[in-house]
């Protein structure tokens, strides 16, 4: 079965530092657009930033200002959003998706799944970051 588990959020201070963690099951990262979002409660979901494994490049809509960077680790199937300075507008349920880049250009699929998330094909259920002012 096809499957992304996202994981590492919790309980951070203002300034403090997360690092969230996406990993596939059932499926390899290999030819895929993998991006971050989060839903801040009674707001729409926003888009964060993107990796594409083809290419090695990243997309991002930066929400946090330069206060995240996206990574990944293919050995393991896991990317990682590292967030830093947290501050308590951040609180939100962050989600990672996948999206395969086989068929169509990294940068279109990337830009596609900022654009239209409603039509990304893999989710993983969110994790929870909340941030204490």
């Known amino acids: 079965e096809v499957q992304l588990q996202a994981s590492g959020g919790g309980l951070v201070q203002a300034g403090g530092s997360l690092r969230l963690s996406c990993t596939a099951s059932g499926f390899t990262f290999d030819d895929y657009a993998i991006a971050w979002f989060r839903q801040v409660p009674g707001k729409d979901l926003e888009g964060i930033s993107a990796i594409t494994t083809r290419d090695m490049m990243q997309w991002s809509r930066d929400p946090l200002k330069g206060r995240s960077t996206v990574s990944i680790n293919e050995a393991k199937n896991t990317v990682y959003l590292q967030m830093n300075d947290l501050r308590p507008e951040d609180t939100a349920v962050y989600y990672c998706?996948?999206?395969?880049?086989?068929?169509?250009?990294?940068?279109?699929?990337?830009?596609?799944?900022?654009?239209?998330?409603?039509?990304?094909?893999?989710w993983g259920e969110g994790t929870l970051v909340t941030v204490s002012s």
């Open positions: 998706a996948a999206e395969t880049t086989a068929r169509r250009d990294p940068a279109i699929t990337a830009g596609t799944m900022f654009r239209a998330p409603n039509a990304i094909s893999i």
